[in-house]
């Protein structure tokens, strides 16, 4: 499955922006999405994740209550709402997709979209 990530760009702090993560193939409802953030001199983050089935969803715990991750299956995209960002959110963010269960892990995830970049001023 190929992923591209898009909706990224500038916001103040408390904004809002949703994030998009397209992927092409006809199995992608069978894949978890995850999303990770990388922001410069950082070790890559988990964000959130999406299961396949049930829409079970995990999110890291810095984004809690801020973020939410949904999927359209029929439309092949997977969502990440966020509000309330704050100038640490700033990052490149990428989505990844992974068969079996949902982790937080990054090495666990199979393909990956290229990023998206979020940038919050303060």
């Known amino acids: 499955v190929q992923l591209q990530a898009f909706g990224g760009g500038l916001v103040q702090a408390g904004g809002s922006l949703r994030l998009s993560c397209a992927a092409s193939?006809?199995?992608?409802?069978?894949?978890?999405v995850g999303w990770f953030r990388q922001a410069p001199g950082k070790e890559r983050e988990f964000v959130a994740a999406?299961?396949?089935?049930?829409?079970?969803?995990d999110y890291g715990d810095s984004v809690k209550g801020r973020f939410t991750m949904s999927r359209d299956n029929a439309k092949n995209t997977a969502y990440l709402q966020m509000i309330s960002l704050k100038p640490e959110d700033t990052a490149v963010y990428y989505c990844?997709?992974?068969?079996?269960?949902?982790?937080?892990?990054?090495?666990?995830?199979?393909?990956w979209g290229q990023g998206t970049q979020v940038t919050v001023s303060s």
């Open positions: 999406i299961g396949w089935s049930e829409y079970r969803t």
């Open positions: 990844a997709a992974k068969l079996g269960r949902i982790t937080g892990w990054d090495l666990d995830y199979e393909y």
């Open positions: 193939g006809r199995t992608f409802s069978r894949y978890n």
